[in-house]
């Protein structure tokens, strides 16, 4: 079936340090690949999502990338701040029966040390 | 606050019991999506409605169940609960269909947070 993996599983780094965060996926057939955030004891949040048409999007620090042939999409933190520390999930779209349903990563926390 | 609304947000009940989680979408959004999340797990895909009717449905046990109502909030029920589904349940709604090359952000819930003893 459908499945998300996602590396690292936690990630230490410097304040300032970029954070780079992996997730493959097995449906050939997906095309929504979104990010999202979830802070201590929070609901998870969109950061960013980027649909198979594109390769790369920006949005100030944070980037996504997408390699469609490799069935892969990464995150990329840069000039990362305490406050970037949360759980980051990925998750891909997966069709059936017409509707695409999200299927996450196991998720990333991430710890930033000032 | 995203808009959508989950109660009850603790519950503590026993194993055998049956439970009813309740989300009330963002105003004007059709989909609604349940989630389950596990301590230090993923959200693992439960159920997909739009206007009333199941559209997509990931690994939920026979033992769950949901629907949504002509109002659009939705229930999931839970019977027979053992320990092991323990977890924080979430809700998600979206302004889209969610029909291939139309699905788009999902808003979250603050969650249901259930324990099992």
């Known amino acids: 079936g459908e499945n998300v993996e996602q590396h690292p599983s936690t990630l230490s780094v410097q304040e300032g340090d970029s954070a780079v965060i992996k997730c493959t996926y097995s449906d050939s057939a997906s095309n929504y690949f979104p990010w999202y955030k979830q802070e201590l004891g929070k609901r998870p949040q969109l950061i960013i999502d980027?649909?198979?048409?594109?390769g790369e999007k920006k949005d100030q620090r944070i980037a996504v990338t997408l390699n469609k042939t490799a069935k892969h999409f990464s995150l990329h933190i840069t000039e990362t701040q305490p406050e970037d520390s949360a759980v980051y999930f990925c998750a891909a779209s997966s069709e059936s029966g017409g509707y695409n349903k999200l299927i996450f990563g196991a998720g990333t926390r991430l710890a930033v040390h000032p | 606050d995203s808009g959508v609304t989950q109660t009850p947000k603790h519950l503590i009940t026993a194993t055998g019991q049956r439970v009813t989680l309740r989300c009330s979408p963002r105003?004007?959004?059709?989909?609604v999506y349940w989630y389950q999340q596990s301590l230090d797990q993923g959200l693992q895909f439960l159920i997909q409605?739009?206007?009333?009717?199941?559209?997509a449905k990931g690994n939920i046990l026979e033992r769950f169940s949901a629907q949504q109502f002509p109002d659009l909030h939705s229930e999931l029920n839970l019977s027979s609960l053992e320990l092991g589904d323990s977890a924080l349940y979430f809700c998600?709604?979206?302004?889209?269909?969610?029909?291939?090359?139309?699905?788009?952000?999902?808003?979250f819930g603050e969650g249901s947070r259930l324990t099992v003893l």
């Open positions: 998600a709604s979206s302004a889209r269909d969610g029909k291939t090359l139309n699905t788009g952000e999902l808003f």
């Open positions: 980027i649909r198979s048409n594109v």
């Open positions: 105003s004007g959004d059709l989909s």
């Open positions: 409605y739009y206007n009333g009717e199941e559209r």
